[in-house]
C-alpha cells in the first residue's frame, strides 16, 4: 500500500490485504537499516486476527520514498504525521529496536495519535560500538555482518530457520545490504545520539515490553532500566532468542502481539 505524505510516497505493507479501517489499526515501526519486510511473519497473520496491520518503510527506506532522517525526534515527527494522514484514529504502535526508540518518542510527545504501545528491543540508550559505526560510515559490508551476528541469540548462529530452506542469519543480513548507502550510518548515528531520559514517566497508554533472553544489544538489564519508568507495563520475556526475535521466534511473538493488542 502506498500513501502521500507532504507529497512524497511511503510504502507500507499490509498483509497482503486491503486495509479494513473497520479494523484496530496497527502501525509497525522498524529498526536500523532494515524496512517493512522484517514484520512479514506478523503482518499476515495479524490482517487474519482482527487488525489491521501496517508495516512502514521509514523515509529512505525500502520503497519509500524521502530524505534520510537524522534524529529520533524526526523520525517520531515523521511517524505521527503518518498517522494523521492514515485517518484510521489512534493507532496501536509496535516498534523494534531503533523502532522502539521512535515510538517512545510518539507516544510520549502526541498521546492522541497512540492507544496502545509494544516495545521489542527496547532501551532507553542505544550506544553503538565505535568500530559498527565507522564500518557503516565507510559502508562497508563489516557493517552488516557485524550488526547480524550481535543481533542473533545462539541458536540462530548454528542453522535453522522458520521457513524452510532458508538460513535466518544470512537472511537478515542481505536484508541490511540491499539498504542505501549511507541508510545504516545514519540510523545508528541517531541511536547512540539518542536518551530517553524520563520519557517512560511520561506515556499514558498500556505498555507492553518484549525482551529476549540473549538480545546483546539491547540486554535485558537495560531493558529494565526503561521498564521502570513506566506507568503501566507488561513485561514479558523470551528465553533462548536475540536482539531479532520477530524473526527468531515468530510464532511466540505473534502470539505474545495477539494478546498485547486487543
Same mark, same amino acid.
Given at each position: 500500500?502506498?500513501?502521500k505524505?507532504?507529497e512524497?510516497t511511503v510504502n =507500507?505493507a499490509?498483509?497482503?490485504?486491503?486495509?479494513?479501517?473497520?479494523?484496530p489499526?496497527v =502501525?509497525?515501526v522498524? &529498526? /536500523?537499516?532494515m524496512? *517493512?519486510?522484517?514484520?512479514?511473519?506478523q503482518t499476515?497473520?495479524?490482517a487474519?486476527h482482527?487488525? /489491521?496491520p $501496517?508495516?512502514?518503510d521509514l523515509?529512505?527506506h525500502g +520503497?519509500?520514498?524521502?530524505e534520510l =532522517?537524522?534524529?529520533i525526534?524526526?523520525?517520531?515527527?515523521w511517524?505521527a504525521?503518518?498517522i494523521?494522514?492514515?485517518d484510521?484514529g489512534?493507532?496501536? %504502535?509496535?516498534?523494534?529496536? $531503533?523502532g522502539?526508540?521512535?515510538?517512545?518518542?510518539?507516544?510520549?510527545r502526541?498521546?492522541?495519535a497512540v492507544?496502545?504501545?509494544?516495545l521489542?528491543?527496547a532501551?532507553?540508550?542505544?550506544?553503538v560500538? !565505535?568500530e559498527?559505526l565507522g /564500518?557503516?560510515?565507510?559502508?562497508?559490508i %563489516? /557493517?552488516p555482518? #557485524?550488526?547480524?551476528?550481535w543481533?542473533? @541469540?545462539? +541458536?540462530a548462529h548454528?542453522?535453522?530457520?522458520?521457513?524452510p530452506?532458508?538460513w535466518? *542469519?544470512? @537472511?537478515?543480513?542481505? #536484508? %541490511?545490504?540491499r539498504a542505501a548507502? @549511507?541508510?545504516i550510518?545514519?540510523d545508528?548515528?541517531?541511536c547512540n545520539s539518542?536518551d530517553a531520559?524520563?520519557?517512560?514517566?511520561?506515556i499514558?497508554c498500556?505498555v507492553?515490553?518484549?525482551v529476549g533472553?540473549e538480545d546483546?544489544?539491547?540486554? !535485558?538489564k537495560a531493558t529494565?532500566q526503561?521498564?521502570?519508568g513506566?506507568q503501566?507495563?507488561d =513485561?514479558?520475556?523470551?528465553? @533462548?532468542v &536475540?536482539?531479532m526475535?520477530m524473526i527468531e521466534?515468530?510464532?511466540r511473538?505473534?502470539?505474545? $502481539?495477539l494478546?498485547?493488542? *486487543?
Open positions: 500500500m502506498e500513501v505524505l507532504q512524497v =507500507l499490509t498483509g497482503g490485504v486491503k486495509v479494513d479501517k473497520s479494523q489499526p =502501525l509497525l522498524h &529498526g /536500523a537499516g524496512d *517493512r519486510t522484517v514484520w512479514s511473519q499476515r497473520y495479524l487474519h482482527g487488525f /489491521a $501496517m508495516a512502514v523515509p529512505g +520503497r519509500s520514498e524521502g =532522517l537524522s534524529t525526534s524526526e523520525m517520531a515527527d511517524v504525521d503518518l494523521h494522514e492514515l484510521t489512534p493507532v496501536r %504502535l509496535v516498534g523494534h529496536s $531503533m522502539s526508540l521512535i515510538s517512545l518518542e510518539v507516544a510520549a502526541h498521546t492522541d492507544e496502545r504501545l509494544i521489542m528491543g532501551a532507553a540508550a542505544m550506544p560500538h !565505535p559498527l /564500518a557503516a560510515q565507510r559502508n562497508e %563489516l /557493517a555482518q #557485524l550488526m547480524t551476528a543481533a542473533h @541469540g545462539a +541458536r548454528v542453522a535453522g530457520n522458520p521457513t530452506g532458508l535466518m *542469519r544470512s @537472511g537478515c543480513q542481505a #536484508l %541490511l545490504e548507502d @549511507g541508510v550510518h545514519n545508528l548515528a541517531a539518542y531520559g524520563d520519557i517512560a514517566g511520561r499514558t498500556p507492553t515490553v518484549i533472553s546483546k544489544m539491547t540486554p !535485558p529494565a526503561l521498564v521502570a513506566f503501566e507495563v =513485561l514479558r520475556h523470551l528465553e @533462548g &536475540g536482539h526475535m521466534a515468530p510464532d511473538i505473534r502470539e505474545m $502481539m494478546s498485547a493488542l *486487543r
